[in-house]
Structure formats: C-alpha cells, structure tokens
C-alpha cells in the first residue's frame, strides 16, 4: 500500500526568500504529482514526474524526482504572496486513484 | 472549456437522511474518480470508474455509500442513512484514462461540501 508523506505540514515564509517541500513514498509509484489548492477552491495540477531524475519548472516552482530515494521535492523560489496555498504531492492513480500527503499549508507574507 | 462540474455546491441535511451528489466529467474523459477530503482524514481515495466498467467498491467507507455511472459520463454519489462522520467535501475528478503523461492528469471538481447535523 502506497504511502505519501510531505513535510513540512505549515510552512510560514517571507516574500523574496527559497523554501523547500519535501514528499516521500513508500513503495514504488510510476508517476508523482503535485497540486496546488487555494481555499474553498478545487485542486489545481502543477507538474507530473515520470522518471528518475525528472525535473519541471514553472515560474517560481520547481518540482524534482528521486525514484532511488522515492523523494520528490517542490522548491519555490523567491516566494510571491500569490503562491501562498496548500500544496498537495500524490503518487499512484489509475484504479487504485490517487494517494495524496496530508498537504502543506504555505503562507507568503510581505 | 468546461470544467469538471459537481453539484450541488453545499449541502446540509438531517443525520439519518439520505443524499446524491452529483458530477459531470470533461467531455471525452473516460475515467471518473471521488475523492472525500476531511481535516481529520485528509484526501481519500473512494471509487473509479473508468467508461462503463463496474468500479472496485472496496475504497468506499462503509455500504451506505454507493455510485453508478450511467452512459460513461455522468456520476452519482449516493450516501444513505447519513452520519455526522460523513461531513467532508467531496471532490470529483476525471482524464483521458490510464496510460500516456497527458491522460493520467486528474482534474478536479470544485467539490460538494457536505455537512450532517
């Protein structure tokens, strides 16, 4: 049974600084999301990691994959506030559906 | 174009009655998944259906949930005798079906926040 585990859960953070996500599973997963949902919103897609070594940027997030270490991470550069949400890593899907981490929950202040 | 739609927004109901929750996929996906996301419980995984197939029920919490698919595209949730553990948001979500990168991405519904007093 796949297990997802992000950290760290809050994340509270100034404008203009890098943080890190982390996202580890426990068995193997051919494929690793992340999600973004802002409050009272629905779940919005970010990136799909496929492979080991697998690296998508957009904008200020980049999002990397580890099978060896079953890591992925969400690395936020030179935070805005408009990034503050919650953000979801998943791995799995097809019959089986998705199985998310518990979320972290990033605030950007000014 | 049109999202994953789901109805009805909010919902509130007496414990004990029973509730449909609806969602109607993007056009031309033929894979269709619930979800319930709760602050104790996270998100879950409850049921796939993918076109007309009969869906593996195992992920549904308990027999008083239920969901049917009619004609591959639109679903129901049905949850009957409702408790007050019941009271989450259920999301909704469908793609293309399992395979390539493209089909594999879930789209998500706005959700039907559920509350049981």
């Known amino acids: 049974e796949l297990k997802v585990e992000q950290n760290p859960l809050f994340l509270s953070m100034q404008e203009g600084k890098n943080y890190t996500i982390y996202c580890n599973y426990s068995t193997t997963s051919d494929r690793l999301y992340w999600y973004r949902q802002d409050p009272g919103k629905s779940l919005e897609s970010l990136f799909v990691?496929?492979?080991?070594?697998a690296v998508k940027q957009e904008g200020r997030l980049m999002a990397s994959l580890d099978t060896k270490a079953r890591l992925s991470t969400l690395h936020i550069t030179a935070a805005v506030h408009d990034l503050s949400a919650t953000y979801f890593c998943?791995?799995?899907?097809?019959?089986?559906?998705?199985?998310f981490g518990k979320g972290t929950h990033l605030i950007i202040q000014p | 174009g049109a999202g994953v739609s789901q109805s009805p927004s909010n919902k509130v109901t007496e414990k004990g009655k029973d509730v449909e929750l609806r969602c109607d996929p993007i056009?031309?996906?033929?894979?269709l998944y619930w979800y319930r996301q709760s602050l104790g419980q996270g998100l879950e995984f409850l049921i796939y259906?993918?076109?007309?197939?009969?869906?593996?029920k195992s992920g549904l919490p308990s027999d008083r949930f239920s969901a049917e698919r009619t004609g591959g595209s639109v679903s129901t949730l049905t949850i009957q005798r409702t408790q007050q553990e019941d009271s989450a948001v259920y999301l909704c979500a469908s793609s293309l079906g399992w395979g390539s990168i493209a089909k594999n991405i879930q789209y998500f519904g706005a959700g039907t926040r559920l509350s049981v007093l």
């Open positions: 990691l496929l492979s080991n070594g």
């Open positions: 259906f993918q076109g007309n197939s009969a869906p593996d």
């Open positions: 056009s031309g996906h033929t894979a």
């Open positions: 998943a791995g799995g899907g097809g019959a089986d559906g998705l199985t």
